[in-house]
């Protein structure tokens, strides 16, 4: 499956705030988020830094802004993300439940 990515410079800063929130708080390797989010890996290990160093607001200031259909399709790919991962989440255990109920059985 090949994922479009949104045009370079072309994220809002709540997307930005978002996708750094899922690294840090969320606890999920940037490599995941980078790929559910369709953005370069790089460019979210970028905004990490930036984030921690407080500047993160600063980031993307020079270039246009985003489209009304741009920002909702970048909101529907933050939702699906998110979404993603909760399933994953739930699957993970899942499993692990069943699992353990096996092992208790016998």
């Given at each position: 499956m090949v994922k479009a990515k949104i045009p370079y410079g072309?994220?809002?800063?709540?997307?930005?705030?978002?996708?750094?929130?899922?690294?840090?708080?969320?606890g999920f390797s940037s490599g995941s988020v980078a790929e559910r989010l369709s953005l370069p890996k790089s460019t979210l290990e970028n905004w990490v830094r930036a984030s921690k160093k407080g500047k993160l607001g600063g980031i993307g200031k020079s270039h246009r802004p985003l489209t009304e259909?741009?920002?909702?399709?970048?909101?529907?790919?933050?939702e699906l993300a998110i979404a993603h991962m909760e399933r994953d989440?739930?699957?993970k255990a899942a499993a692990y439940f069943a699992k353990e109920s096996l092992h208790g059985t016998r």
């Open positions: 072309r994220y809002t800063k709540e997307f930005r705030e978002e996708a750094v929130r899922m690294v840090i708080e969320g259909l741009e920002v909702e399709l970048a909101r529907v790919k933050r989440i739930l699957k």
